[in-house]
């Protein structure tokens, strides 16, 4: 059972435009839900997270935006820029008791110039 | 090292034989993780360390897989009768307490196992 559906599984986007990618979650014991980007051939690196207490986390080009009611988070990449193309990954884990961490499917963004 | 460094970075095998996959995560952190990427998907949940125990295994798929890490640093991950569906991108990560304090995960750049 996939703990975290993400879509869309791809995105292409214009230089300077907004990347928009959205996660659901079903457990509500989940408070921790980070994004992780990948390029090719790398490990998947922190960009971004978010606890369940804030609606809203920006940090320059990337924001995090939480419902809570609705279990969902999405990322927005505001300007996005070429370098912005790569696969990204919501997840989700509950910070205290789990140590699992459950990745989306992923988002292959590309940004064209 | 500066990050986490894995070994090999890439394996081929036939179905069948043994394999160990080596992570060597960042000095300090005692949290470590192992997890599976498979094409197109995100990384699987294997295994958890917290020091030299392994703290949560449920993600192992069957008892093919097994995993060490005998002195809380280096951590060996061991498949036994490789299989085609084991073929994936292994990776590791460690965090410097546990996800639970941090919840941030350092990882690797993988292990790409292939078993023809």
């Known amino acids: 059972q996939q703990q975290v559906k993400q879509s869309p599984q791809s995105l292409i986007v214009q230089k300077g435009g907004i990347s928009i990618i959205n996660c659901a979650y079903e457990?509500?014991?989940?408070?921790?839900f980070p994004w992780y980007q990948q390029f090719p051939g790398k490990g998947p690196a922190l960009l971004i997270a978010i606890r369940p207490d804030v609606s809203e986390k920006k940090e320059g080009r990337f924001t995090i935006s939480f419902n809570k009611s609705a279990k969902q988070f999405s990322l927005h990449i505001m300007d996005s820029q070429p370098g912005d193309s790569a696969t990204y990954f919501c997840?989700?884990?509950?910070?205290?008791?789990?140590?699992?961490?459950?990745f989306g499917t992923g988002t292959s963004l590309t940004v064209i110039p | 090292g500066a990050g986490v460094s894995q070994t090999p970075s890439n394996k081929v095998t036939e179905k069948g034989k043994y394999v160990e996959l080596r992570c060597d995560p960042i000095?300090?952190?005692?949290?470590l993780y192992w997890y599976r990427q498979s094409l197109g998907q995100g990384p699987e949940f294997l295994i958890y360390?917290?020091?030299?125990?392994?703290?949560?295994d449920s993600g192992l798929p069957n008892d093919r897989f097994f995993a060490v890490r005998p002195e809380g640093s280096v951590s060996t991950l061991k498949i036994q009768r490789t299989e085609r569906g084991d073929s994936a991108v292994y990776l590791c990560?460690?965090?410097?307490?546990?996800?639970?304090?941090?919840?941030?995960?350092?990882f690797g750049e993988g292990s790409r196992l292939t078993v023809l």
């Open positions: 360390f917290q020091g030299t125990g392994a703290a949560d």
């Open positions: 997840a989700a884990t509950h910070m205290n008791t789990g140590n699992q961490f459950y």
């Open positions: 000095s300090g952190h005692t949290a």
């Open positions: 990560a460690s965090s410097l307490n546990g996800g639970g304090n941090t919840g941030e995960l350092f």
């Open positions: 457990n509500t014991a989940f408070d921790y």
